[in-house]
């Protein structure tokens, strides 16, 4: 069955695949935990695996932070990068501000029906304990951050992309993005916020196909 997403490009004659990291969706757990190159490798073992010489990318939130990671590590793999939502602005006070609204427990309390989403996406692992390994990961996430000089190396074409009433990614640290990339172009979806369920899918399909086409 199609994602939404993959349905509104397939009727614009773009064909696309969708995959989960490890110890995501119905991917089995990694014996390391979650890291940035285990999600890479995760992306391009999947291109192997399907003979996928070269690609576009789309990645939300931090798919869109692996995405351009790949572009920079692996940039015979992949033709261009849209993102959607993805935060940038990995400091130390920032890991440590993002690390403590992961805890499983807080958030069934604090926005049940987004734990309800989880349970859904996550059953075959468990969402709590996707949720935990994610905070792990984020704690050292300034570790992993993509400097001026990174970015300035990209050189496929990138557009990147975010909701104006996004509360989780700032419009300064995503224009920063965009101003850094030297290939990029932006767009901001009017009355959206972070959640991908919450964005209007016509839109974003229009925007990502301007790219590929």
């Not at 309800?116 to 996406?121: E, F, I, R, T």
């Not at 075959?124 to 001026?148: F, P």
Request: hydrophobic content about 45%; proline content about 4%.
């Amino acid at each position: 069955t199609l994602l939404p997403l993959q349905q509104g490009l397939a009727e614009r004659g773009i064909q696309s695949e969708a995959l989960d990291f490890s110890g995501h969706g119905q991917a089995d757990w990694p014996t390391e935990g979650f890291s940035m190159s285990r999600f890479e490798e995760d992306v391009l073992r999947f291109m192997d695996e399907r003979g996928i010489e070269s690609a576009h990318l789309f990645g939300y939130s931090m798919g869109g932070f692996v995405a351009l990671r790949l572009a920079l590590h692996a940039p015979a793999r992949i033709r261009s990068v849209c993102t959607l939502a993805t935060m940038m602005d990995w400091t130390k006070e920032s890991c440590t501000r993002e690390a403590a609204m992961l805890h499983a427990d807080k958030i069934e309390i604090k926005v049940p029906r987004f734990a309800q989403v989880l349970a859904g996406l996550h059953a075959h692992n468990g969402w709590q304990r996707v949720v935990e390994a994610t905070r792990v990961m984020i704690e050292d996430m300034h570790l992993h951050r993509l400097e001026t000089e990174h970015l300035q190396q990209i050189q496929q074409p990138c557009r990147i992309m975010l909701g104006d009433r996004d509360a989780m990614v700032s419009l300064s640290e995503t224009e920063a993005l965009y101003r850094t990339l030297p290939n990029a172009s932006m767009a901001v979806l009017p009355q959206t916020q972070h959640p991908l369920d919450r964005v209007n899918l016509p839109l974003l399909t229009t925007l990502i196909a301007q790219i590929l086409q």
